[in-house]
């Protein structure tokens, strides 16, 4: 005659199964640590967690052959549409409420004749592009579409909006992750362009 099962009591049965229940909270409390961290650097000692640097600076420009956004009137985004020009390759999209923000800054940055601005629709539908390029203006001598976010996999895109200053010659010169903004403009992109022009921009 087998005996009778022994029926669990809902009592721990030591400190193993004790700290397995904190486990999560441990972890969570882990990555909150971390966020609070990368905040509180964000502005310490002036450093900036947006301009993050990139293994692509100083090395050339990987290849663009982006297939136009129809409708735009703009030509696709290719190596010929950068090549032998200074140019900003901006990665926006629609959903991307900063990219909003950012936008009077590139229609300013565009009334530079010295600029080449282009740019990379990120994971976006074309309808909702070109109502966003509709309301709000359009700064770009070129536009390709993105739609499965490979040609930025190649960029080595962070975040959205994004952009990278290209040397007319292909190389990558300066790269910001986050909208522009007064302070990365005359402390990032406007040096990087007085480098490559030789003359100060304002």
């Known amino acids: 005659m087998s005996e009778a099962p022994e029926i669990p009591t809902g009592k721990p049965r030591g400190r ?3 700290v397995l229940a904190l486990l999560p909270l441990i972890v969570f409390g882990g990555i909150a640590a971390t966020a609070a961290k990368m905040l509180y650097d964000q502005d310490f000692h002036g450093k900036n967690i947006t301009e993050i640097p990139s293994a692509l600076i100083g090395t050339k420009a990987p290849t663009l052959n982006l297939p136009p956004l129809n409708g735009a009137n703009l030509p696709a985004l290719t190596d010929a549409a950068i090549r ?25 940055l565009a009334k530079d004749g010295r600029l080449n601005i282009v740019a990379i629709n990120y994971k976006d539908q074309s309808d909702n592009a070109l109502r966003f390029l509709g309301e709000l203006g359009n700064p770009y001598q070129a536009i390709g579409i993105d739609p499965n976010g490979k040609a ?10 994004e952009s990278y200053l290209v040397a007319p010659d292909g190389t ?19 040096p990087a362009m007085e480098k490559a022009l030789g003359k100060p921009v304002s």
């Open 16 to 18: 193993g199964s004790f």
């Open 152 to 161: 930025a996999i190649d960029w080595g895109v962070y975040g959205i909006p």
């Open 84 to 108: 032998g020009k200074l140019t900003l390759v901006n990665v926006f999209a629609s959903w991307c409420v900063p990219c909003r923000d950012e936008h009077p800054v590139l229609k300013e």
């Open 172 to 190: 990558i010169l300066y790269k910001r992750v986050g909208p522009f903004d007064d302070v990365s403009l005359k402390e990032g992109l406007f």
